[in-house]
């Protein structure tokens, strides 16, 4: 099936952004409300598809739409379309649907930035890259959006560029992004090569026919370009530096959207992943380990901000984790995913909120005993709280459970192992989630008297609101009668086995809750009953230490990587000038020195040069006599 | 008696007129030297002819002894008014071309 | 020698003979030539060696290139240098000091491995075919056969080189020329200068050998008016030699005597 309308998706906010950049200061009134408008009606088309979807048989909803043949080169033929199935519908409405709130959100937030302009323009541009990926039709479509996501978070993250600091973490996003963007080429090679195709219909057409060994390739620089995305490990130092963009930004960006790029990237690919076993694994590896790697780091942060980053990270973890959990776990990753979407935006919003109460002060260890001051993002950032934190009936609860259940039921050693991870990452969540609520709302007052906190103005606080019943009632929609899991199997999980259960759900949830509660308790009884100092201390443990190195990962990446690449540009360098360039001063030095020496023969005499010619011509004749012997 | 020893005395005469171009100093005498080694080679011609037996060496000797009184003339004309400028005939005075 | 001419390579001693005497003198009348350290004893070894050359040429049948050798050459090319010797300067010995440093000890090494070169290349060499001699080719004489020659074969070869003959006279003129720079002095101006330079005595021009004598010969000074003899009316070099005769005797007031001889 075919739809006209799916290009507007794209061409609303593109168009938006490409025009606030191009009217410059003249647009500075009013490009803020166009670009949250034209946001908005993207919202609106993907509304309209959505119902219209809903309206089709569960076989017929998927359409797309040819915009041109882009790339036609011999065997390799790429057309520029788009599709839109039951998985990119949910993003589209994420995206769109999240996004119009945090344009709405930062029309207040930026107010008193004379660069407004060109934040929304670089607001739309993300949009429209983002819908992009989500859209494509190959992986060559997909990687355009990927890219452009990029290019969009490079350019927010340094959006105050006037900052050293921040040009320089914009930069890092940029080049761990691109490490990921290598594995995204080389999969996307690899498919072509062994597969002939690169989109997406074809490529599951043609799975079958490919060896394990090319498939698990693929896979292997699929999960490399996912992790290079959402921040998982070994490419996730650049997550917790990107905090440096304005609120907005980690909220919608690194909160919300690009970071789950990698996800709908691995979830897309299922049909390579459920053929390549071994690649699966390592995708649930890689999710576990950044899970509890993001919750460790999280319990040491003081800056409200980088402690909710590291929050995302752990969670998009789960999302890995669970993505990693063959068919069944596909449809909870992406649930988690949309959950996280509503509570981490949300929180991401509220701290924003309470930055701007605070002047801009971002340690917690200034804040104290909020609440009374913020009520409103008190009562928003609190339920996000619950949510994330997994509390029935609130939205974490249900998708974060069920991936824990997934996980204990896959059995063996590897079911337990994943199983216990996650649910230990359930613990360590609840405690630092609970640190930074009560550091920042509750206890005494620990900011000096400069600061005077306030409520934020009502565009900053509606779609706080918006998401926080986001956070509640998402959960509870999203598993009301397997709504989700039956909504997404057309795409994901076309026969799904039935999986032996190991522990039955309630298990799961009881053992869920009570180590939540534990975390809970142990964050209260340090934070709260006692008094929380406002200089961070420090004759901590070494755990505490290594933590707020974040976990040595800028220590271990600049010893094993910058500081040798160095060594090799500088080894490059001297090579260039005393090799390279002095091979050419040589020759100019040699040419010299020849014609010094050769000037000696320029004596002026006659005679003398008699002499060379009389002894040329004796050589003449002297090579004659050895030619006739 | 072999023809080829005419051929011997023109390569000695050709040598020692080469030689001399080198070693004097005066103009005059170096151009002399010059006609000794024109006049190995007519030499040569000659033999030659008699030893093919048709007289194209002769001919050609006729030809380098025109060519050379040409050459002498001019060359000479030269010599004199090199003289007239510089007042020397030595060759070893013209090396203003030095380095 | 016309008869050696025409048996060659059938009597072979006459012309040995003759090349065995001549050739060494040849060389070493060019060694000399090389050696010599006044121009003039090069330019009289120079013609020695063009007359053995001549009769080479006409002992090896090439009549007329011999004579041609003789009157071309040695004739009008020799004397054309010796003219110029004197022109330039006859006295202007080269001086044997080297003054480029390691000449001579190049030149030796380059005498003696080009000759050698030479030599050896000429003895390796073979022409196929034994000395033809020229019998057949001077059946109708010499010169009859060259000319033939001449005027069949080489006919445009002979119109350059007499285009580049008469080119060469022309241009020994225009070298020759003297161009005057300034105006040429002429009889007026060179008298104002003898009477602002020099004595009164030489200004109205310095007697002829034999004026103010009966005698009017080369070696006999001129008598001044006052009796004695001018010093400068005869060549220094007639004086160097010493070969002045006293004119003492041939002074006027002595003319009486003589008077019937002379007159």
Same mark, same amino acid.
């Given at each position: 099936m075919t739809s006209n309308l799916l290009v507007y998706l794209i061409a609303l906010p593109l168009f938006g952004s490409a025009l606030l950049l191009l009217a410059g200061r003249k647009s500075d009134k009013w490009g803020h409300i166009l670009a949250t408008l034209l946001s908005a009606a993207s919202f609106g088309v993907g509304l309209y598809e959505f119902s219209q979807m809903l309206s089709r048989a569960n076989d017929q909803r998927a359409v797309s739409q040819k915009l041109f043949s882009w790339i036609s080169v011999g065997s390799f033929q790429v057309d520029a379309g788009l599709v839109l199935d039951q998985l990119s519908i949910c993003f589209v409405l994420l995206i769109t649907g999240v996004g119009t709130l945090i344009h709405i959100y930062s029309i207040a937030y930026m107010s008193h930035d004379r660069d407004r302009r060109r934040f929304f323009a670089y607001l739309n541009l993300f949009i429209a890259a983002m819908l992009l990926l989500v859209l494509g039709d190959s992986y060559l479509n997909l990687y355009v959006g990927w890219e452009g996501v990029g290019l969009a978070s490079y350019l927010l993250i340094g959006f105050w560029n006037q900052k050293p600091t921040y040009a320089t973490a914009a930069k890092k996003a940029f080049v761990a992004n691109r490490v990921g963007d290598l594995g995204l080429s080389l999969a996307i090679m690899i498919s072509f090569a062994t597969l002939g195709t690169v989109s997406f219909a074809g490529v599951k057409a043609h799975a079958g026919q490919a060896s394990t060994g090319a498939l698990t390739a693929i896979g292997i620089m699929l999960l490399v370009a996912a992790t290079g995305k959402s921040a998982q490990f070994p490419l996730q130092a650049w997550l917790g530096d990107a905090m440096a963009g304005p609120t907005p930004v980690s909220a919608l960006i690194h909160a919300a959207t690009m970071v789950t790029a990698g996800v709908y990237l691995i979830v897309r690919s299922n049909f390579i992943f459920d053929a390549a076993p071994t690649a699966q694994l390592l995708v649930a590896i890689i999710g576990a380990i950044t899970l509890l790697f993001g919750a460790v780091i999280g319990m040491a942060k003081d800056d409200i901000k980088k402690a909710l980053a590291a929050s995302t990270m752990s969670q998009i973890g789960y999302m890995v984790l669970g993505a990693g959990l063959g068919p069944v776990g596909y449809a909870f990753a992406i649930m988690h995913l949309l959950t996280h979407g509503f509570f981490k935006a949300g929180m991401f919003l509220g701290a924003g909120s309470v930055m701007h109460g605070m002047d801009d002060e971002v340690n917690m260890r200034r804040y104290g005993g909020l609440r009374k001051f913020m009520p409103i993002t008190f009562a928003t950032f609190g339920l996000g709280y619950l949510a994330i934190i997994g509390v029935p009936p609130f939205a974490g609860f249900y998708s974060k459970d069920k991936i824990i259940e997934v996980a204990f039921n896959m059995g063996g050693v590897k079911g337990v192992t994943l199983g216990t991870a996650a649910l230990l990452g359930a613990a360590i969540t609840a405690f630092y989630m609970t640190r930074v609520v009560v550091m920042t709302f509750a206890g005494n007052k620990r900011w000096d008297e400069k600061a005077h906190p306030h409520e934020s103005p009502a565009l900053m606080w509606i779609p706080m609101v918006l998401l926080a019943l986001g956070s509640v009632a998402s959960g509870f929609l999203f598993t009301h009668g397997n709504s989700l899991v039956n909504w997404l199997s057309p795409v994901v999980a076309p026969n799904p086995e039935h999986q032996?259960?190991?522990?039955k759900p309630a298990v799961v949830s009881i053992m869920a809750l009570v180590v939540v509660l534990i975390g809970v308790a142990i964050a209260m009884m340090k934070y709260l009953r006692a008094e929380v100092p406002v200089e961070a201390p420090e004759n901590v443990s070494v755990f505490t230490k290594i933590a707020r190195r974040d976990l040595l990962q800028d220590d271990f990446n600049e010893a094993v990587f910058m500081r040798p690449g160095l060594k090799l540009t500088e080894a490059l360098v001297v090579t260039d000038n005393a090799v390279i360039d002095g091979a050419v001063r040589g020759v100019a030095r040699l040419t010299k020195g020849t014609g010094s020496v050769l000037?000696? =023969?320029? =004596?002026?005499f006659v005679r003398s040069y008699a002499m060379w010619i009389l002894l040329g011509a004796i050589g003449l004749i002297a090579a004659i006599w050895v030619v006739t012997l | 008696m072999n023809s080829a020893n005419y051929l011997y005395v023109a390569a000695l005469l050709f040598t020692i007129g080469s030689i001399g171009v080198v070693v004097r100093r005066n103009a005059i005498v170096v151009f002399m030297c010059i006609e000794l080694m024109l006049n190995a080679a007519n030499l040569a011609f000659v033999t030659f002819a008699r030893i093919n037996g048709n007289l194209d060496g002769q001919v050609m000797a006729f030809f380098t002894m025109v060519v050379a009184a040409c050459e002498v003339v001019v060359g000479l004309a030269i010599i004199v008014t090199i003289y007239r400028s510089r007042r020397s005939a030595s060759v070893d005075d013209a090396s203003l071309l030095k380095r | 020698m016309i008869n050696l001419a025409l048996v060659v390579g059938k009597t072979a001693a006459p012309e040995a003979t003759m090349f065995w005497i001549l050739a060494p003198l040849a060389i070493i009348a060019a060694l000399g030539m090389l050696l010599a350290k006044k121009a003039v004893h090069s330019a009289i070894l120079m013609a020695w060696v063009m007359i053995t050359l001549a009769i080479f040429y006409i002992a090896q049948g090439a009549l007329f290139l011999g004579i041609v050798q003789v009157v071309?050459?040695? $004739?009008?090319v020799m004397m054309l240098f010796l003219f110029i010797l004197m022109l330039v300067g006859v006295d202007s010995a080269d001086s044997?000091?080297?003054?480029?440093? $390691?000449l001579r000890p190049i030149a030796i090494l380059a005498f003696v491995g080009f000759g050698g070169l030479i030599v050896s290349l000429i003895g390796r060499a073979t022409l196929g075919h034994d000395a033809v001699g020229l019998d057949a080719a001077n059946a109708n004489g010499n010169v009859p056969a060259l000319a033939e020659l001449l005027f069949s074969k080489y006919v445009w070869a002979f119109e350059v080189v007499s285009a580049l003959l008469i080119t060469a006279a022309l241009g020994a003129m225009v070298l020759a020329h003297n161009h005057r720079v300034t105006a040429k002095p002429t009889q007026r101006d060179l008298s104002i200068l003898r009477f602002r330079t020099g004595s009164l005595a030489s200004a109205a021009g310095l007697p002829n050998p034999g004026v103010y004598a009966l005698h009017n010969a080369v070696d006999v000074p001129a008598l001044l008016p006052d009796g004695s003899a001018a010093p400068t009316s005869i060549s220094a070099m007639l004086e160097a030699r010493g070969d002045v005769i006293d004119s003492s005797p041939f002074q006027l007031g002595q003319a009486e005597e003589v008077e019937g001889e002379d007159k």
């Open positions: 032996s259960e190991m522990l000037r000696y =023969t320029q =004596t002026g | - | 071309v050459y040695t $004739g009008a044997l000091k080297e003054t480029i440093t $390691g």
